[in-house]
């Protein structure tokens, strides 16, 4: 459960702050056109590293005697390795907002930057931002149980759902013990979609559209 909410943490941590740097930037009263090339080249240089890789070379020069920060090292590099994704989603939908008619109204209107930011763009923007974050969480969490499964992650007495996974197999004679792998697997898919279910339950409840169908 502290892996599961220490990954929301990192994961919503890192969205949040790409839409505030993302939404300043589209109504800057500058030009903003280099600081999006900047950016968008900087994103394609992370996506072009490989997470799983880098994550199993930092992990393996790691000390033994640093065992016992291994789930706070995990969640830094899942981090700072999830977020491009994101940001992309990100750059693309408030791009779109700002182009909506609701959006140009306000700014024929004259009203000053943070109220169409923080009136019109960010309650309609947010709202599939916490469901792209929802499902970046799972991710996460498949992630970290891959390392685990494969002996890169989180060691003994630590406990690891992949860990439990791949003790389901005997490496000496090859027996599979069936009930070693079910209940970690079913805690591995409840977990994955219970984040989904949050994400589709912020939708609903921040999403100004889903609001006044409902109160039609």
Known sequence: VECCFSRLFVFFFNDTATTEIYT?????????????YIGMRIIEIF??????????????????????????????VIGLTSWMGGARFIRAEFFRLREVDYVQAAKACGLPLHSILLRHMLPNGVTPVLVDASFGVAAAIFLETGLSFLGFGIKPPEPSWGQMLSRAVDPSTGVFYWWLAIFPGIMIF?????????????????????KKASAL
């Open 24 to 36: 300043l930037s589209l109504h800057d009263a500058l030009p903003i056109c280099w600081v999006d």
């Open 190 to 210: 409840l977990t994955v979609f219970s984040f989904n279910i949050i994400g589709d339950a912020l939708r609903d409840a921040i999403d100004p559209k889903l």
């Open 47 to 76: 996506m072009a590293i490989p997470r799983f890789f880098l994550l199993i070379t930092i992990i393996a020069f790691i000390p033994p005697q640093y065992n016992q920060y291994m789930l706070y090292l995990m969640m830094v």
